[in-house]
């Protein structure tokens, strides 16, 4: 599967955005769906994940209450929403999918996922 992430830009610390990651060549929903993010100097950082037919989703610590992870298996689609951005968000956001199940603590390792978009960048300004 082939995954292309966007929705990426400038905004003002406290504004908000939606990641979007379009998936091609196979069957999205046979397709568990993990978001990340990597910040300049530091190693990529797992932020959620949600599950084939969108029931279950997984957060780290760090983002829960503020990010949302959705999908539109329609649309071979899935979302991230952030909420109350600061400068602490700036990074290089990435989506990442692997059929593996999600019920399992790897999944918030970088080298449990297969399929990999390119990253879209998120600069929040304060």
């Known amino acids: 599967v082939q995954l292309q992430a966007s929705g990426g830009g400038l905004v003002q610390a406290g504004d908000s955005l939606r990641l979007s990651c379009a998936a091609s060549g196979r069957t999205f929903s046979d397709y568990n769906v993990a978001w990340f993010r990597q910040a300049p100097g530091k190693e990529r950082e797992f932020l959620g994940a949600?599950?084939?037919?969108?029931?279950?989703?997984y957060y780290a610590e760090s983002i829960e209450g503020r990010f949302t992870i959705s999908r539109d298996n329609t649309k071979s689609t899935a979302y991230l929403q952030m909420n109350s951005l600061n400068a602490e968000d700036t990074a290089v956001y990435y989506c990442?999918?692997?059929?593996?199940?999600?019920?399992?603590?790897?999944?918030?390792?970088?080298?449990?996922?297969?399929?990999w978009g390119q990253g879209t960048l998120v600069t929040v300004s304060s």
């Open positions: 990442a999918a692997d059929p593996k199940s999600l019920n399992v603590p790897s999944r918030k390792i970088v080298g449990y996922y297969t399929y």
């Open positions: 949600i599950n084939r037919r969108g029931y279950n989703t």
